[in-house]
């Protein structure tokens, strides 16, 4: 009797037309997200079974599948033979041998010499006549064991459906760039667009030598973090240093965070475009901050010309966008202390309603263009 992994998937299913396409694509992605653990995926009856793994690399496997997006749930079942007592003897070990249980049955197999009724009921007594603590409630069990009869001869017996992460296969909704910050907020927001099916690859502004190191590795955290999920292995980050120091230099230094914005979603459009992303993805929401306003909004759009800006979060309150970081395992990375480049130079009254002839008269002191050209002369490619 050996274990296998039985994964069912959900919405993709509503893609009749494209489903082969899909199917591929989720197939493509488990793949890579087991990557060097010794495994056998296959497809089977709508849905995927795998074998040929090793009992000690379950739980990292299962680890692994559940940040796969378009898996519904996973069970972790014993393979036998579809005869009644090498199904109970799976059954034993699926059950825990006291409070209340039923069985369910599914019959894959439709020449099976019982109905799935009678499969239930008799395998039921033969699971009450080895576990003299258990209780039969149909209802309200503690506990179901699940019986499948397959084509071939053999049962799968499983007593957990563990949940995955629903969504669409990363690669199925084109590919878009991500502002990521140190904060909260931007890896939730990359999370929730992969989970469309997007390919979220990520750009990091960093003001070094003010910020540090430390700064750095933070956001390789995240970005590692967030790659479990979106199979990108990484992460081009981009000095906006010089363009810091422009701005502080020249201009008010209420707009400091406007000017600064425009010049990263600048680059940042033009780094997507480079690289073939459809859009750019931010981690804002509206009045949270003082440059999140819809005026703030504004001031970005106005200068990204091609590209859609996706923000996720903008009806999120932060309580909401927090318990999201703590699911997807960024939150507590997300809080260590290290500036973030936005909090250099940060002026104490920002404009909150800042004004596009302003804004404009301001940038009329830079060298938008030379700074941009600047900047990208110090992209790097960081490998996660
Ligand atoms: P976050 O928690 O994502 O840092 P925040 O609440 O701190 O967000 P802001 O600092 O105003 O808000 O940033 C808003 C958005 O702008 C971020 O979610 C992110 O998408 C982008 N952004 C901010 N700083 C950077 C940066 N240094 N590099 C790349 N993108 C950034
Ligand atoms: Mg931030």
Known sequence: MKKVII??????????????????????????????????????????LIDGFAEEDIDEMIERLKKVFGLHTLSVAYETASDLNSILEAALLVCDDEGTFKVASHRGDKRYPMTSVEISRTLGGMILSKYHHLKV??????????????EGGTALVFGK???????????????????????????????????????????????????????????????STLSAYTGVK??????????????????????????LRRFMFRIAERHALRIDAQCLITGES???????????????????????????????????????AVKIGTY?????????CCTVFLPDFPAIRPKLRDILAEESKLDVEGLIQEAFSTLEKIEL
Do not use: W
Not at 172 to 185: E, N, P, V
Not at 200 to 212: A, D, I, M
Not at 241 to 255: A, D, G, M, N, R
Not at 290 to 316: C, D, H
């Open 161 to 223: 459906f563990i949940d995955g992460a629903n969504g669409m296969p990363v690669g199925t909704a084109g590919k878009g760039l991500l502002l990521i910050s140190g904060g909260i907020d931007s890896p939730v927001a990359g999370h929730m667009i992969a989970k469309r099916g997007m390919r979220v690859e990520c750009l990091h502004f960093h003001s070094y030598p003010y910020t540090n190191e430390q700064a750095k590795e933070k956001v390789v955290e995240l970005a």
């Open 7 to 48: 994964i069912r998937y959900a919405e993709l299913f509503l893609k009749k037309k494209n489903r082969g396409y899909f199917e591929r694509i989720f197939f493509e992605n488990m793949e890579k997200a087991l990557g060097e653990i010794p495994h056998v995926l296959h497809k089977n009856c709508g849905r995927y």
């Open 234 to 259: 990484k992460l081009f980050t981009v000095s906006v240093t010089h363009i810091q120091e422009e701005i502080h230099e020249k201009c008010k230094p209420e707009l400091m965070i406007t000017l």
């Open 332 to 340: 507590e990375t997300s809080i260590l202390p290290y500036e973030d």
């Open 286 to 324: 509206l009045s949270q901050v003082a440059s999140q306003t819809i005026e703030g909004m504004t001031s970005s759009n106005s200068v990204v010309e091609k590209l859609p800006i996706l923000r996720p979060l903008v009806g999120f309150d932060k309580n909401e966008i927090i318990d999201r």
């Open 137 to 150: 409630d149909v209802h309200t069990p503690d506990q179901t064991v699940y019986v499948d009869i397959r």
